[in-house]
């Protein structure tokens, strides 16, 4: 039996989206907080805190985009004409906010407000514009003759733009989990309190969301509830309760990396219901990784780049995150 060169493709592009959304995502929600701790101490204790990992966490994304143009060219194609101006203002927010993120460091104070506010707005644009991306994705792309054959503005519904909120609410509550665990004092207990709303809010959107998908869209409804599919997904919603009640009862404790570690798998249950939703297809909803695939050769060829790079990759992370691990105290400063 030959390798199945598309799966592993398949797995590997997911992996490396889910990383992307796991280590960019409490990175952007350290922007989409600082509207909430105006204090220049405390802001700067923010951006410390991720300051020596935010830049190598988009790898994660270069990886996935990469390795969908190297396996599957058909999907690269149409999902980036398909979602053209979610997918730029998303570009433009991470790179409007990565400069943010460097000039605020060097400014005055006369001028770092400026910056804290590009900050705040990049985290906020790349964020919603992620969200309304994956619901334009759920929804499904209309392509024929092997090209997008939808307009301009097809990802622009009110699901999409549902999706986007929810998005934030998720990078919101990831940004305040990481900061619980990697701040003290008075700074953690307001993280500990704004911990609670950012919760209940994430779990009235993924509630919103299960109801709103399956009734909005036939052929996911039919995955969910079809005989085989269902033991996959039955746990999938126990396992979200059960996840919220654990995130509530941690912040009752003296938290540390928990209530992180908890939203970290509460990402993950969304990202597997969202598996379920449309497996095997990469263009929903009747394209599969099959009929996207490239060349076998082409795929074989760029499997052994990724296999060489992808454990660097991982080794850098882990070690990098190893290095600068411990709590962040005011006034230490990074840069």
């Known amino acids: 039996m030959g390798i199945d060169l598309p799966l592993i493709w398949a797995v590997i592009i997911l992996f490396g989206v889910m990383m992307y959304v796991v280590m960019d995502g409490f990175d952007l929600g350290i922007g989409l907080l600082y509207p909430f701790l105006p ?174 998908t399956p009734l909005a869209h036939e052929a996911i409804a039919a995955r969910w509830f079809n005989g085989s599919n269902l033991p996959w997904f039955m746990p999938v919603p126990l396992l979200v309760v059960a996840t919220v009640w654990q995130l509530l009862r941690q912040l009752d404790k003296q938290p540390n990396a928990a209530p992180f570690v908890l939203t970290l798998f509460l990402v993950f249950l969304g990202y597997s219901g969202l598996g379920i939703s449309i497996w095997p297809n990469i263009i929903p909803p009747a394209i599969s990784i099959r009929d996207a695939a490239a060349p076998l050769q082409s795929m074989g060829f760029a499997l052994v780049g990724a296999l060489l790079i992808i454990p660097l990759i991982l080794m850098y992370t882990a070690w990098s995150y190893y290095v600068f691990r411990g709590k962040v105290d005011p006034g230490e400063g990074y840069h």
């Open 39 to 212: 204090d220049k101490t405390d802001r700067d204790v923010m951006m410390n805190s991720v300051a020596p990992v935010w830049d190598g966490n988009e790898t994660w994304l270069v990886l996935g985009g990469a390795g969908l143009l190297a396996a599957f060219p058909l999907a690269y194609s149409v999902i980036l004409t398909a979602f053209y101006l979610p997918l730029m203002l998303m570009l433009l927010g991470l790179i409007f906010r990565g400069v943010a993120f460097e000039f605020r460091f060097k400014a005055d104070e006369a001028h770092r407000p400026w910056w804290d506010k590009a900050f705040i707005g990049g985290s906020l644009v790349a964020t919603f514009c992620q969200g309304v991306t994956l619901g334009g994705f759920i929804q499904g792309i209309r392509v024929v003759d092997h090209a997008y054959a939808g307009g301009v503005f097809d990802w622009l519904t009110p699901f999409s733009l549902f999706t986007g909120l929810g998005l934030v609410m998720t990078y919101a509550l990831l940004g305040c989990t990481w900061l619980i665990m990697k701040t003290a004092g008075d700074l953690q207990a307001r993280m500990i309190a704004l911990a609670r709303p950012l919760i209940w809010a994430l779990a009235a959107v993924i509630g919103v969301i299960s109801l709103w």
